[in-house]
């Protein structure tokens, strides 16, 4: 016997007739003798309407009106679920974010899980009945209804998972695992058996998204085993895991893209000590995130260039500030090109072997592909190129790192 919470996402509860689905997947859990607690996501597109209602009535919706107003999609499909369960004989009961109660922190609509009461679930589960809990959803100490900030149910599931230490948090989504790399630039993409948290939290942050990146977090910080499956087929998942538990890992987990930078050359900089401060201080406070960050050596003219990427939306902003700091900066010109994409490759295993970086460099220099900029981490090299390249790359280092499924 085996405890475990199941969640299971919008596509997964669009309509009646998928629910049914997801009452039998439950179902299935229970007969083979397991204690289930259930997750739900709003229906797919759920939210969005109610965000949208939100802004029609006033623009600047008081945060707290909000939290009521999109916690609603939950509550409906948590309803639904456990109706359904019922109709298919087996017990169920729905548990509202503010019955349980999940407890979190004051701020409304971006607001972080504090503590999960059990009690209610444990008893359900003793009393072999299903609870049927609403993701998304939690109570502030006011004793107001709070939201977790968007794709927040995946938090709510391994919340609840670390609350009642369950044995595994399966969370059941449109994709059926986690991939090498984008199937639809590589056919030949092939889908991990197990993936360390970390390399999950990496992928996440160069634009391979599975899961709410705080919900990798919280199950890294709790040591939950979360399980990501499909909900439309019974193909095994990929299994997120602690690194020790990952001990046939391959040096590489996957290649990911992201195509959302933009890239700012500031020219003729003088090189002196504090200049650096002089362009990124303003940027910082106009809340604009750099990540990647080169600085040409000075060839003895006193002078040097700084490359940098912003968030592509940010750009225009981002000119904006440079040119109002030029006084401080003192820089000959600006470039800029939007043009651009990051490629990734990210694995525990870059830890313990060296060349990685190698393989990479090698493999886009045999096709020609100029890098404009790197950065690394312990566990990942990301490149930028011109954004022309970006799926030529992609399918070159997947097969570099031999990431390619049999034919
Ligand atoms: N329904 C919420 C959203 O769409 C939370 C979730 O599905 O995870 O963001
Ligand atoms: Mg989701």
């Not at 590589?186 to 360390?196: F, Q």
């Not at 990496?202 to 399980?227: D, I, N, P, W």
């Not at 750099?290 to 006193?302: H, L, P, S, T």
Request: proline letters at 3%; hydrophobic letters at 45%.
């Amino acid at each position: 016997m085996a405890r475990i919470v199941m969640k299971f996402g919008g596509t997964s509860m669009a309509g009646t007739e998928r629910i049914r689905g997801v009452a039998a997947r439950v179902k299935r859990e229970i007969d083979a003798g397991n204690e289930v607690a259930v997750v739900v996501s709003a229906m797919a597109g759920e939210t969005d309407r109610l965000v949208g209602f939100c802004r029609e009535a006033s623009p600047l919706a008081d945060a707290r009106e909000y939290d009521v107003v999109v916690a609603a999609g939950e509550q409906i499909t948590a309803g639904l679920l456990a109706i359904t369960l019922q109709g298919a004989g087996v017990k169920a009961r729905s548990w509202l974010g503010w019955q349980l109660p999940i407890h979190t922190s004051a701020a409304h609509s971006v607001a972080r899980i504090e503590g999960v009461d059990t009690e209610h679930v444990l008893a359900a589960m003793a009393a072999g009945e299903v609870a049927v809990v609403p993701g998304f959803q939690g109570l502030s100490d006011a004793g107001r209804v709070t939201t977790l900030g968007r794709g927040g149910s995946d938090t709510s599931a391994v919340a609840l998972a670390a609350a009642l230490k369950a044995d595994r948090c399966d969370i059941y989504t449109d994709v059926d695992g986690v991939y090498t790399t984008d199937p639809r630039i590589v056919p030949r993409a092939r889908k991990l058996a197990r993936i360390t948290y970390e390399e999950m939290l990496e992928l996440a942050s160069v634009g391979a998204k599975v899961l709410q990146t705080r919900s990798v977090e919280l199950a890294m910080k709790e040591k939950v085993r979360v399980q990501v499956l499909s909900s439309f087929s019974d193909a095994p998942g990929t299994l997120v895991v602690d690194e020790d538990e990952d001990m046939e890992r391959e040096l590489i987990a996957g290649v990911a893209y992201d195509r959302n930078e933009a890239k700012v050359t500031l020219v003729g900089v003088p090189d002196v000590p504090g200049v650096v401060a002089a362009i990124f201080g303003p940027l910082a406070e106009a809340n604009i995130n750099v990540d990647m960050i080169v600085q040409n050596i000075a060839k003895g003219e006193g002078s040097t260039d700084v490359t940098f990427t912003v968030p592509r939306t940010q750009l225009p902003l981002s000119l904006d500030v440079l040119e109002k700091a030029r006084g401080t900066i003192q820089f000959a010109k600006v470039l800029s090109d939007a043009a651009v994409a990051k490629i990734s490759v990210v694995g525990v295993g870059m830890k313990s072997h060296a060349g990685v970086a190698v393989t990479m460099f090698k493999a886009l220099a045999d096709r020609g592909i100029n890098i404009q900029a790197i950065t690394t981490s312990e566990i990942k090299v990301s490149v930028l190129i011109s954004e022309e390249y970006v799926e030529l790359a992609v399918r070159v280092l997947h097969t570099a790192y031999g990431l390619d499924a049999a034919a």
